[in-house]
């Protein structure tokens, strides 16, 4: 990296300024500090959560120089923050750098942090890789929180639940988050405990295909071509009145194929089904070279050749933390009204 990477880092927090005072009066201590992907330090992101930094860098690790000039900068900038190093830049995006005694301590420290009004945990070194709420869905979580008062809500790949516990607090009816990973879902509970919810949220552990067909109706066998299924949780049908879909780039499990390039609709169809007529679902794809109006344009026919065709699509942008110089962020979140 440069030697003015000390002046990117000043530009990022001076645009952010007028954000960051809005966030905190809505509750907010989480969000982005640097996007270095459009603010001049490929492959380097700055988060701050609640009363800890997260760098991770993603294309290559960080010179001594560079960490130096990031940890002087912000002790500066956002003074008593402790700073948090993620090297991701191995092939399979693991965290690789090791850390010294006192870093590991702060890094496995669990800690509290607040989004609109929202606790949510966070620990910067655990046994994932991924941060415990990603920052760029602030957007579709404030959107949720809007939509969910005495609604039934189903969060699908939901992993630490944040989306689910938003709607819970604000005054959603009735919350399911279905996820297959057992360490995220107990992530998601506790950020549940941490709320003191007025209602009491389900988390299901399942792959999701078994979990939508069922409550779409259209059952899951046992065996499928001869073939035993791995066991999965037995589900009464049931719709929705907001449906939020969030899926893995690419998954594949003896139950069916995830694949956000290819075939979108393998999922979209099934949460589409789980979702009432007049209601809300709310679809993610976070693959960059997926362009948006192809991508809605699929999900448009993909609903009018199962009956269910979209009377309205709206939007949600990535907030002014996470900047798109192009108006084309790589995570496309959109609403849907069926």
């Known amino acids: 990296m440069s030697p003015a990477l000390s002046d990117h880092l000043a530009s990022a927090l001076t645009a952010r300024a007028p954000l960051i005072d809005r966030l905190?009066?809505?509750?907010?201590?989480?969000?982005?500090?640097f996007h270095g992907s459009v603010e001049g330090a490929p492959g380097l992101t700055v988060d701050r959560y609640g009363d800890a930094l997260l760098v991770q860098s993603f294309h290559d690790g960080l010179s001594d120089g560079d960490l130096a000039v990031i940890e002087a900068f912000y002790a500066r900038a956002m003074p008593g923050l402790p700073m948090i190093w993620n090297d991701r830049s191995a092939a399979n995006s693991r965290v690789a750098n090791p850390l010294d005694v006192a870093q590991a301590a702060a890094a496995e420290l669990p800690r509290e942090f607040s989004e609109l009004g929202v606790k949510y945990r966070f620990q910067g070194r655990h046994e994932g890789q991924d941060p415990w709420l990603f920052l760029d869905l602030r957007a579709a979580r404030r959107r949720v929180m809007a939509e969910a008062d005495g609604k039934s809500v189903l969060n699908l790949f939901a992993y630490t639940c944040g989306v689910g516990v938003a709607a819970a607090k604000a005054g959603a009816a009735h919350v399911v988050n279905v996820d297959f990973s057992a360490s995220s879902l107990a992530v998601g509970k506790e950020n549940a405990r941490l709320n003191a919810l007025p209602i009491r949220v389900r988390f299901i552990k399942s792959d999701v295909f078994p979990a939508l067909r069922q409550l779409a109706n259209q059952g899951q066998a046992q065996r499928v071509r001869g073939k035993r299924m791995p066991p999965f949780p037995v589900l009464e049908p049931r719709q929705f009145d907001l449906v939020f879909l969030?899926?893995?780039?690419?998954?594949?499990?003896?139950?069916g194929v995830v694949d956000l390039v290819n075939d979108y609709p393998a999922v979209f169809n099934l949460a589409l089904r789980t979702t009432v007529e007049g209601g809300t679902l709310i679809c993610c794809n976070n693959v960059a070279q997926v362009a948006a109006d192809d991508w809605l344009g699929q999900l448009q026919r993909s609903a009018r050749k199962i009956g269910r065709p979209i009377r309205e699509a709206e939007w949600i942008a990535p907030e002014g933390d996470f900047p798109s110089p192009d108006g084309k962020p790589p995570l496309k979140v959109v609403l849907l009204r069926v």
Do not use: I, Q
């Open 246 to 255: 969030d899926p893995p780039r690419y998954a594949k499990s003896p139950f």
């Open 24 to 33: 905190a009066a809505e509750g907010t201590d989480a969000y982005r500090l």
